[in-house]
């Protein structure tokens, strides 16, 4: 009797079916393939058909896969908490023309920078943009915007905002304007195609008007953020934000259409809506922007 455990316990061990050696060759090749080459959606499917084919060996499968999910995941957290302030930025460079209607009607030269550093616990995003235009010695059309937000993760979904932004469009009707703003953001949509952020939180503005006015007023903030994979080389991004305040609010979208030319280079078409909803007298409430640029990711 003794005898009959001690080999059934042997042979129970030899088939364990989460023991890695279990897997088939052709099957753990494959897995091997994908895994090398950092595929997280190949290894998916490798591992969702072979549970299928062979489900002796798929155990084992999951097993390894997921050992390689959490060796890949402590690498990364690593990597990003050893990271010195100026590595892990990444980001979009765009050169371009422009084309605007409202309170001026021109064309024009643009360029916007868009970067952006993940680290473990923090995500930081800063943007510069102009527009200019200039004629027969005459400037007609001049904006400029810059703004930085940091991020503070709570999880892997929510996190804490910080926002400042500096605008300056004499032409629209303002001098200077800045904005200041905190509170939540939520990564609503997440999937390999598709990511949407919301986020809102009160805020603070200082505008100084053509006209000679000062304004200083509590508002609003919200915010959303869309990007949508079409294909592997087209990309739509949507982004929108409002700020309500007693004395001007101003809603701005921008809709975006990229497609992958060589390398890090893409071509992209832009259509920009800004409102305000009390402008200056002599300003209209409604300018728009379309823009087509060439795009250097990083």
């Not at 279990?22 to 290894?43: F, K």
């Not at 980001?91 to 001026?104: K, L, P, V, Y």
């Not at 903030?221 to 700020?243: C, E, F, H, I, M």
Request: without cysteine; glycine residues 6%; neutral net charge.
């Amino acid at each position: 009797m003794i005898a009959a455990l001690l080999l059934a316990a042997v042979v129970t061990d030899a088939i364990d079916a989460t023991d890695p050696m279990a897997i088939p060759p052709t099957i753990r090749s494959m897995l091997d393939a994908a895994m090398a080459s950092g595929d997280e959606n190949a290894v998916n499917t490798i591992v969702k058909y072979a549970r299928l084919a062979d489900p002796a060996s798929g155990d084992a499968s999951l097993k390894l896969a997921s050992e390689w999910r959490d060796a890949r995941a402590r690498e990364r957290d690593e990597r990003l908490r050893d990271a010195s302030a100026l590595e892990l930025w990444t980001g979009r460079i765009e050169a371009g023309g422009f084309a605007s209607t409202g309170n001026t009607q021109v064309t024009g030269i643009t360029g916007t920078a868009n970067l952006q550093r993940e680290s473990l616990n923090w995500r930081h995003k800063l943007r510069l943009q102009a527009d200019y235009q200039r004629n027969a010695g005459v400037t007609s059309r001049e904006h400029y915007l810059a703004a930085y937000e940091p991020n503070w993760k709570i999880d892997d979904r929510l996190y804490l905002y910080g926002s400042a932004q500096f605008e300056a469009d004499r032409f629209f009707g303002y001098f200077q304007r800045y904005s200041a703003s905190t509170g939540a953001g939520y990564n609503a949509l997440r999937s390999p195609t598709l990511t949407l952020d919301v986020e809102v939180g009160p805020a603070f503005r200082y505008t100084s008007f053509t006209d000679g006015r000062l304004q200083s007023s509590p508002a609003a903030r919200g915010s959303l953020d869309l990007n949508w994979k079409l294909s592997p080389g087209v990309t739509v991004k949507q982004n929108a934000s409002a700020y309500g305040e007693r004395f001007n609010s101003t809603i701005s979208s921008n809709t975006a259409l990229a497609a992958k030319l060589i390398g890090p280079l893409s071509a992209q078409i832009s259509y920009m809506v800004q409102y305000e909803s009390a402008p200056p007298e002599g300003r209209v409430s409604t300018d728009t922007t379309s823009r087509a640029s060439i795009v250097y990711s990083f």
